[in-house]
């Protein structure tokens, strides 16, 4: 069955400092897609970054960057110099390919505060 | 563009009582989602419609009831409410493809008392 854990309940930055949300996953299936969530304090979730296990590559977007490992079954999330507007809850989520139920397993959630 | 719409945005219920999430979505696409967020347990799927015409159960089905009324529209029914559904409901809808990403409404938050 899959499952997505995120151990890290909430974490409490001062602005500038970078911090890492970790994701491990669990899945039997050989393709599945991964995924992460923002909710901002509004409530609404917005989508953030989609990867394939076929694809390890690390990817960037601005201050954001994502590391997929196989090896490891892990999909960590990383904000450069944070922002007080990055303070949210992050969700990691996890869909199969082939097997399981054709909908997204979202992971508990990292609620991150950074502080001014 | 209204994207996913939920109503009504707030409930508070009696035990016993019942009442229906309404979600409908825009964007044409043929899967649609229920989702329950609880503190601590992140977001569980209660029901899902993979296309018009189909509902399966998620993670947590019990006490509730979906309708697919269209490709449109996809309802979540609570028969007889229970303080332990006490939640913040998310309505989603993606293509029917499992790699696709969900649009979220913007949420109910529902007390049962």
């Known amino acids: 069955a899959q499952k997505v854990t995120q151990a890290q309940t909430e974490i409490s930055v001062v602005e500038k ?4 949300l970790d994701c491990v996953y669990e899945t039997r299936d050989t393709t599945y897609y991964l995924f992460w969530y923002k909710q901002p304090p509004s409530g609404e979730l917005v989508f953030l970054i989609r990867r394939n296990s076929f694809d390890e590559q690390n990817e960037i977007s601005g201050r954001y960057s994502w590391n997929f490992q196989k090896s490891t079954s892990s999909f960590n999330f990383t904000i450069t110099a944070s922002q007080v507007v990055d303070s949210a809850v992050y969700f990691c989520a996890l869909s199969e390919a082939h097997t399981g139920r054709r909908a997204l397993t979202f992971g508990s959630g990292t609620r991150l505060q950074v502080q001014p | 563009n209204a994207g996913v719409t939920q109503t009504p945005k707030f409930q508070v219920l ?9 979600c409908a979505q825009d964007m044409n696409h043929n899967s649609m989602y229920w989702y329950r967020q609880d503190p601590g347990m992140g977001l569980r799927l209660i029901y899902y419609s993979a296309s018009e015409g189909t509902t399966d159960k998620g993670e947590v089905p019990n006490g509730y009831n979906v309708s697919r009324l269209n490709k449109r529209e996809f309802s979540l029914r609570l028969e007889s409410a229970a303080p332990s559904q006490t939640s913040v409901y998310f309505c989603a809808s993606s293509e029917s493809r499992r790699d696709e990403k969900l649009f979220f409404g913007s949420g109910t938050q529902l007390s049962v008392l």
């Open chain 2, 14 to 22: 009696k035990t016993g009582q019942s009442m229906t999430l309404q």
């Open chain 1, 17 to 20: 400092e970078d911090v890492t």
